[in-house]
């Protein structure tokens, strides 16, 4: 095999060696308070609780003595799991190979032992061998493959989405990364040869995409809105849904059957088949942190992943190199961004930078490949400016990780003064945490703006 030409091939293959070295080295199965921890917990919750206690309900004490949940209480004092069941679903593989290695070997198998610890983490690295894959296929169909090489390498290891393909793995984010970047490739698919049938795949997956985050039922636009840049390609768009609507609802059927098991979880468990789970918790459409969100020291996602700068601006280009995209990202991310930052918690807890935009770094990665190949192309010497960038956003993100690991960088306190107070330390330095401005979360759930008095 020519190494030049399939650069793009080795840059999957040392992105994984690297995620899977981090993950052996970290060891995270082996401690009581890490891989099933915070809102993961939640997310696994469907699978011990059906398939090891027999206890959908979690009515029975032995499931909190013995197992890990924290279901949500309704106003009609109804306890339901929280999250939608989309991670469950898919981290269900592994969680019966391991529930099966577990029994086979005698090993502890109440589902959450080290084992399905393991199992979870080889299914989030199982994602992402899928989702580099067809991330891959996307940009090699515009691009030379050094520059999909390139962008590979920068998507993976110089973005907060190292995080959450290694030490938070089991959060939601690369399982998203991957669902979406497979929708995208089908997607392009589908124009260049729309059938019937072949919406059924599309359906179901939207279905998923959507169960495991509800708020990314967005990822429709970028369907209907791809190929669409002119008024003339707009209303060929709109007769194609018309003339051929009895597709979109078989489209449509595909979705919803996604959605059954949850549906019936919920009746079950509450005698309803729509069920607020997040009681307590809203948007707050109009104290959108727009600024906060890209900016600030707490979370800003162009603070602590500064290299996807060059994403925004290529998303201006697209609608001069690249029209087909024009218009399904620049819609997309300008709806999502806002329904992100929008949230009452608009920082999401505990996180290394907004992980929320790590969903959509396979539709980014394709305006940063256009930046990145405009740049390279401009002069003799010009494609050194992206080398630099490349390097620079590998030592920066991983720099950033190593503070956030040791917390220099906190969880979801960083102000201005602390972040630049242990600026050049791996470690918090002496007077740190009396620098740090922790987030009123009480106040947040009403839509304030407030920092606790330390």
Request: aromatic share 22%.
């Amino acid at each position: 095999m020519n190494i030049k030409q399939n650069l793009s091939r080795y840059s999957i293959l040392f992105c994984l060696l690297v995620v899977a070295v981090m993950m052996l080295v970290a060891r995270d199965w082996k401690e009581e308070r890490k891989v099933i921890v915070a809102d993961v917990v939640s997310y696994y919750a469907y699978l011990p609780a059906a398939f090891i206690f027999h206890d959908i309900k979690l009515e029975n004490r032995e499931s909190f003595d013995k197992g890990l949940f924290w279901p949500e209480e309704l106003p009609d004092g109804k306890a339901v799991i929280k999250t939608s069941m989309g991670m469950s679903i898919l981290y269900s593989p592994f969680f019966f190979m391991s529930h099966g290695i577990a029994r086979l070997f005698g090993m502890e198998a109440y589902g959450f032992s080290p084992v399905y610890k393991i199992g979870l983490l080889v299914s989030a690295f199982f994602y992402l061998v899928i989702g580099l894959i067809f991330l891959r296929r996307i940009l090699k169909a515009y691009f030379p493959d050094y520059m999909v090489a390139l962008t590979i390498i920068t998507i993976v290891l110089g973005t907060n989405l190292l995080n959450y393909a290694t030490y938070d793995a089991p959060m939601t984010h690369v399982y998203n990364f991957a669902m979406i970047n497979v929708f995208i490739w089908y997607t392009m698919q589908w124009y260049k040869n729309p059938r019937m049938w072949t919406l059924l795949p599309l359906g179901l997956l939207a279905g998923l995409i959507t169960l495991v985050r509800p708020s990314n039922i967005l990822i429709l636009i970028f369907f209907f809105a791809y190929g669409v840049y002119t008024w003339d390609s707009l209303k060929q768009r709109f007769l194609l849904v018309l003339n051929k609507f009895h597709w979109f609802l078989f489209m449509a059927l595909a979705f919803v059957l996604v959605w059954v098991p949850q549906f019936i979880y919920w009746y079950v468990v509450t005698g309803s088949f729509l069920v607020d789970s997040y009681p307590d918790e809203q948007f707050f459409w109009l104290n959108p942190h727009f600024i906060d969100g890209l900016f600030s020291y707490r979370k800003g996602w162009l603070v602590y992943t500064p290299v996807m700068a060059f994403a925004l601006v290529g998303m201006v280009l697209l609608f001069k190199k690249m029209k087909e995209f024009s218009w399904a990202i620049m819609v997309f991310m300008v709806i999502s961004t806002y329904i992100i930052v929008s949230w009452w918690c608009w920082w999401y807890g505990g996180s290394f930078g907004m992980r929320s935009f790590v969903d959509y770094y396979g539709l980014l990665a394709i305006p940063m490949a256009l930046i990145f190949r405009e740049i390279w192309d401009f002069r003799k010497y010009s494609k050194w400016i992206v080398v630099f960038v490349v390097v620079f956003s590998l030592a920066q993100n991983n720099y950033f990780l190593e503070k956030y690991r040791r917390a220099s960088i906190h969880y979801d306190s960083t102000s201005k003064a602390a972040f630049w107070h242990s600026f050049w330390h791996l470690r918090p330095q002496e007077g740190y945490w009396e620098l740090l401005e922790v987030p009123d979360y009480a106040k947040a759930l009403e839509g304030i703006d407030a920092i606790k008095e330390q």
